[in-house]
């Protein structure tokens, strides 16, 4: 979005004929500690999105709910919130996806993230799936591979830092 570059980017996939985003990279960290920086809501509020965030709620367990209201650099405010679907701990979550503004409740996306641990890395691949091919170039379109990474970089530092 910007030029910047990323030390372990994301590796993007946009299929064709369906309507995903298939994301994946490695952590160089144990799944515990992805885990637990991935799920507990002290740590999401500083590496999710690219700029400020309130993380109203984060219950990540089948039936628990996500909401967090983020402030990008330029002042936009973005209202996120879903569904946890399906938790099955330091193996999957899935989830709906819904942004205020842009796709609402009827409109929500679903995602999937897996996590495997291999010789001490987390390998970590998400399936984002949309109601329809449009729907997930809008999302291409707003940056989001850019944010992702820019989110990535931050949970990258919190990991370091962590295994201390």
Do not use: C
């Not at 299929?15 to 809501?41: C, G, H, N, Y």
């Not at 984060?58 to 330029?74: A, C, E, N, Q």
């Amino acid at each position: 979005m910007n030029g910047q570059t990323f030390a372990n980017p994301f590796k993007t996939e946009l299929p064709d004929d369906q309507p995903l985003i298939i994301m994946s990279r490695s952590f160089e960290a144990p799944l515990a500690l992805v885990w637990k920086v991935w799920t507990e809501k002290e740590h999401v509020a500083h590496w999710w999105g690219f700029g400020k965030n309130e993380v109203i709620e984060y219950d990540v367990r089948t039936g628990g709910k996500w909401r967090i209201v983020g402030l990008s650099p330029d002042g936009t405010r973005w209202v996120m919130f879903g569904t946890y679907l399906a938790v099955e701990p330091k193996r999957m979550i899935r989830n709906t996806f819904v942004v205020e503004g842009m796709f609402e409740e009827d409109e929500r996306y679903y995602e999937e993230h897996h996590f495997e641990e291999r010789d001490g890395r987390t390998h970590y691949r998400s399936i984002s799936n949309f109601p329809d091919i449009e729907m997930r170039n809008a999302t291409v379109d707003t940056g989001m591979e850019w944010g992702a990474n820019v989110s990535m970089a931050k949970f990258d530092a919190i990991l370091e830092r962590l295994k201390g």
